[in-house]
């Protein structure tokens, strides 16, 4: 079946701009995670959904960064006033359930800011 | 909050060679360990995971060892190819906190033929 996508693959904007960076989990699975990977290291943790409970924000680096999940599906990571430090590979995960279950990853969007 | 640490962060291996990397984390709730696999420019991908319940699991030439006492797991990879030529990530999660994973720094495996 289909595994996670992500949409844009690549993203080039310039500095104090915002951008949103969408995520398609796989069909069924009710936890989705976002990350968020620098050059050359591990990944860091974001946000994580978990159905329709309140999302776990505790990864998030600042208030510039927000995220939504619609209808229990996709979700929307939204980085506003972008800053070079921002440049990044952002990854989506999702799992079955947010229990101990496998994360399953998209393939990224790759972000540089200018 | 939890903290892993993973070493060697390079390793260099002639094929056919055994490949071992290691990871400590520092929550003892932790209780679920995934190793993912990462070749360039790609996604990562699970290889292999395991649980507090289980110290040794074995997939074909890999397995991976916890011992909760220490705090430390590690991924073992026998018989080396070159394409298992790859950065290698662990990482850490406890249930109770959603199974957001915590991850290492990545060890990056070289397979010389």
């Known amino acids: 079946g289909a595994g996670v996508s992500q949409s844009p693959s690549n993203k080039v904007t310039e500095k104090g701009k915002d951008v949103e960076l969408r995520c398609d989990p796989i069909?069924?699975?009710?936890?989705l995670y976002w990350y968020r990977q620098s050059l050359g290291q591990g990944l860091e943790f974001l946000i994580y959904?978990?159905?329709?409970?309140?999302?776990?924000k505790s990864g998030l680096p600042s208030d510039r960064f927000s995220a939504e999940r619609t209808g229990g599906s996709v979700s929307t990571l939204t980085i506003q006033r972008t800053q070079q430090e921002d440049s990044a590979v952002y990854l989506c995960?999702?799992?079955?359930?947010?229990?101990?279950?496998?994360?399953?990853f998209g393939p990224g969007t790759r972000l540089l800011v200018l | 909050g939890e903290n892993v640490e993973q070493h060697p962060s390079t390793l260099s291996v002639q094929e056919g060679d055994s490949a071992v990397i290691k990871c400590t984390y520092s929550?003892?709730?932790?209780?679920?360990f995934p190793w993912y696999k990462q070749e360039l420019g790609k996604r990562p991908q699970l290889i292999i995971d395991?649980?507090?319940?289980?110290g040794e699991k074995k997939d074909q030439r890999i397995a991976v060892t916890l011992n909760k006492t220490a705090k430390h797991f590690s991924l073992h990879i026998t018989e080396t190819q070159p394409e298992d030529s790859a950065v290698y990530f662990c990482?850490?999660?406890?249930?109770?906190?959603?199974?957001?994973?915590?991850f290492g720094g990545g060890t990056r495996l070289m397979v010389k033929p």
């Open positions: 995960a999702s799992s079955l359930t947010g229990e101990g279950e496998t994360q399953y």
């Open positions: 069909s069924g699975h009710t936890a």
């Open positions: 959904f978990q159905g329709n409970s309140a999302p776990d």
């Open positions: 929550d003892s709730a932790s209780n679920y």
């Open positions: 395991i649980r507090s319940n289980v």
């Open positions: 990482a850490a999660s406890p249930n109770n906190a959603g199974n957001m994973l915590t």
